[in-house]
C-alpha cells in the first residue's frame, strides 16, 4: 500500500528505523514526501473496503465484503477504497513469496494533483503490516500538474522508501517480494528495459504472510483518517505472470479486487491481468486539503 495512503484500501507505513537497503546502481533514499515540493504524500499501505471509519489506519483489521464466493467459501471478489487487482489468501503463514511484471503505466494530468501506485507485496488484505515494491504514476505541482514517475518500496507499518533510479512510461518491471524466515524480507525491483535492480532486505516483526497481491492503488493522506486521494487518469496498467509461493495466482482462488473509478479484468490462466482507469471529470475521491 502507499501513503499518500492505500486503503484496500491499503495501509500506509510510519517512520521507523528498521530497513538495510542494498540498492544498485543509485542508492535509495527515505521518501519523507511525494516529488514534487511540499507533497505529503506515500504510496503503499493496508487495503480498506468503503465505509471505513479510518480509511488506511494502522490499527484494527480489515475484512473487505464479498460480493460473491464459490462453494469452498473463497471470497471471488470484494470492493475496497484504495486497491484493485487481485489477491489470494489463506491462513497465517500461507504465502512466502509473491511477483508480477508490469508495464509502466503513462499519467495523463488534467487539474489538481493525482496519484496511482501499482506494486506486489505480501500481507495487507486482512492483516496488520504489508512488505511490497512498486512504481508509482502522479500528478504534481502548479497547474497545469506535470506527471512524476518513480520506483519505491514499503514494509508498511515502516516508512516508505523511494528509488533515485529514473522510471519513464513504458519501462517493463518485475517484482518479487520473498519472506526468509526469521522476520526477513527480501524485495526486489528491476526495470528491463533501463537495466536496473533494486534489492532489499528488510525486516518485518510480527507479518502474517497470509495473503499475496498485485494491485493498482489510490494512495492516501498521510494521517489514520484520511481518505484515498484522487486518483491519476494511468489509462490501463497490465499486470503478467503473477505468481504466489511459485504457483499461478489464478490456480490459488484469486479474489478479484475493485475500487471506485477502476475496472478490473478477468484473470488468464497465466495470472495475468488488466487494472483499467475509468474515472471522468468529477467523480474521483474529494482531494485532502493538506496537500
Known amino acids: 500500500m502507499r501513503r499518500k495512503w492505500p486503503v484496500v484500501t491499503a495501509a ?54 464479498a460480493s460473491s464466493s464459490q462453494s469452498g467459501g473463497q471470497d471471488t471478489s470484494a470492493s475496497s477504497s484504495n486497491w484493485a487487482g487481485y489477491a489470494v489468501t489463506g491462513a497465517s503463514g500461507s504465502f512466502t513469496s509473491v511477483s508480477a511484471s508490469w508495464t509502466q503505466p503513462a499519467a495523463s494530468c488534467t487539474t489538481g494533483n493525482q496519484y496511482a501506485a501499482f506494486w506486489v507485496g505480501l500481507d495487507g488484505y486482512t492483516s496488520k503490516t504489508v512488505e511490497q515494491i512498486g512504481t508509482e504514476a502522479d500528478c504534481t505541482g502548479p497547474s497545469p500538474q506535470t506527471p512524476q514517475y518513480y520506483a519505491w518500496y514499503e514494509v508498511y507499518p515502516g516508512a516508505g522508501v523511494n528509488f533515485a533510479n529514473p522510471v519513464s512510461p513504458g519501462d517493463k518491471f518485475t517484482g518479487t517480494v520473498t519472506a526468509q524466515g526469521n522476520d526477513k524480507f527480501r524485495l526486489v525491483l528491476t526495470d528491463t528495459t533501463r537495466g536496473w535492480t533494486q534489492t532489499i532486505s528488510a525486516t518485518q516483526a510480527g507479518a502474517d504472510l497470509s495473503s499475496a497481491e498485485a494491485i493498482a492503488e489510490a494512495p492516501s493522506g498521510p494521517s489514520a483518517n484520511s481518505s484515498p486521494l484522487p486518483l491519476t487518469n494511468f489509462g490501463s496498467v497490465g499486470f503478467t505472470g503473477v505468481t504466489a509461493n511459485g504457483k499461478s495466482l489464478d490456480t490459488l482462488d484469486p479474489v478479484q479486487i475493485s475500487m471506485p473509478n477502476t475496472s478490473v479484468a478477468g484473470m488468464a490462466s497465466e495470472g495475468s491481468f488488466s487494472v483499467t482507469y475509468a474515472g471522468t471529470a468529477g467523480t474521483d475521491f474529494a482531494p485532502w486539503f493538506g496537500i
Open 12 to 65: 500506509i507505513p510510519l517512520a521507523i528505523g528498521w530497513a538495510l537497503v542494498a540498492a544498485h546502481p543509485a542508492a535509495a533514499s527515505i521518501r519523507h514526501g511525494g516529488p514534487g515540493p511540499g507533497a505529503q504524500v506515500w504510496p503503499g499501505g493496508r487495503m480498506s473496503e468503503p465505509g471505513d471509519a479510518f480509511p488506511g489506519a494502522p490499527t484494527g483489521i480489515v475484512t473487505p465484503r
